[in-house]
């Protein structure tokens, strides 16, 4: 087994919007998708920081939703990061 955390921040490059909110200050919440053999395997965090801590074994994509505040009307953000407990954390 291996401790892990994944997480959603989105950052600012552009200095010259100095007028725009923090950028998490947007986000409503991010909705995890765990491997199904995980218990509870659809994980919403509702705050920042946007971060996912548990543990795991082997190697599976989590998908995530980023689901933006509505005054914003913005679409929901789809992403998947692979992650790989096995070797080097190369499959």
């Known amino acids: 087994m ?9 950052k600012n ?3 010259s919007y100095k007028k725009l909110p ?5 986000i409503e919440k991010v909705i995890f998708e765990l491997h199904p053999s995980f218990k509870n395997p659809i994980r919403t ?14 190697h599976f994509d989590l998908p995530m939703l980023v689901v ?5 009307k ?10 790989c407990f096995d070797g080097d954390g190369e499959i």
């Open 74 to 83: 913005l679409k929901p953000l789809k992403l998947v990061h692979h992650l």
């Open 2 to 10: 291996h401790k892990w955390e994944a997480f959603v921040d989105i």
């Open 45 to 58: 965090v509702k705050k920042e920081p946007f971060c996912l801590k548990s543990y795991g074994w082997g």
């Open 68 to 72: 933006f505040k509505s005054e914003y």
């Open 22 to 26: 923090n950028p998490n200050d947007i």
């Open 13 to 15: 490059s552009d200095k």
